[in-house]
């Protein structure tokens, strides 16, 4: 069956510019995960849905950073008056459940260039 | 804010040697789960690990979980160039989502 796909694959951007990252979870999955790994480190929690609500956001960095589910499969990364810092590759992962114990599949990623 | 610490941070060996590499964190972990990276890929989870002391095997791939909670060591037996790649752990808090180490960058040359 089809995994968690992303997109795009890669988004180029100016400074200052807005962006939408597309999360496709795997059919079925109530959880949905935000992630951002930067080069040469590990993903970095940013929010968790369960269902259509956030869950839990305390990873997001700061107010630019948003995201939805509004029907609970498909989720959107937005981020507003993007910064060089932000470039990283964004990853998002879908659970069948919610909890520790669950396995996490994550999609390939999008790779954000800011400059 | 929790942080997990892997070592080594790279790792480059010959086709056929072993390997170990660590996962330690100063607070106790509810589970911890192992994951390999590809490039241009997302994390694979390997495993999950949830009681102290626990020793999970994965053909030549070994996951010990230390008994305090607190550390991790994964082991590989005559390594072989298909496991060349970014081996994370991910370390669950109580009450709390995910946290990822740095990760170690192992390489196995044919």
């Known amino acids: 069956g089809a995994g968690v796909s992303q997109t795009p694959s890669n988004k180029v951007t100016e400074k200052g510019k807005y962006v939408e990252l597309r999360c496709d979870p795997i059919s079925g999955h109530t959880a949905l995960y935000w992630y951002r790994q930067s080069l040469g480190q590990g993903p970095e929690f940013l929010i968790y849905?369960?269902?259509?609500?956030?869950?839990?956001d305390s990873g997001l960095p700061n107010d630019r950073f948003f995201a939805v589910r509004p029907e609970g499969s498909v989720s959107t990364l937005k981020i507003q008056r993007t910064e060089r810092g932000d470039s990283a590759v964004y990853l998002c992962?879908?659970?069948?459940?919610?909890?520790?114990?669950?396995?996490?599949?994550f999609g390939p990623g999008t790779r954000l260039l800011v400059l | 804010t929790q942080l997990l610490e892997q070592s080594p941070q790279f790792l480059s060996i010959q086709e056929g040697e072993n390997l170990t590499v660590y996962c330690n964190s100063s607070s106790v972990f509810s589970s911890l789960q192992w994951y390999r990276q590809e490039p241009g890929e997302g994390p694979v989870l390997l495993v999950t690990v949830v009681t102290g002391g626990e020793v999970k095997k994965l053909k030549r791939l070994t996951f010990q979980f230390g008994d305090a909670r607190k550390d991790s060591s994964l082991h590989i037996t005559a390594a072989q160039p298909g496991d060349t790649g970014l081996y994370l752990c991910a370390g669950v808090y109580y009450g709390q989502n995910f946290v990822f180490g740095p990760g170690t960058r192992l390489s196995v040359l044919p």
């Open positions: 849905f369960q269902g259509t609500g956030a869950a839990d």
């Open positions: 992962a879908s659970s069948l459940g919610a909890g520790a114990q669950e396995t996490q599949y």
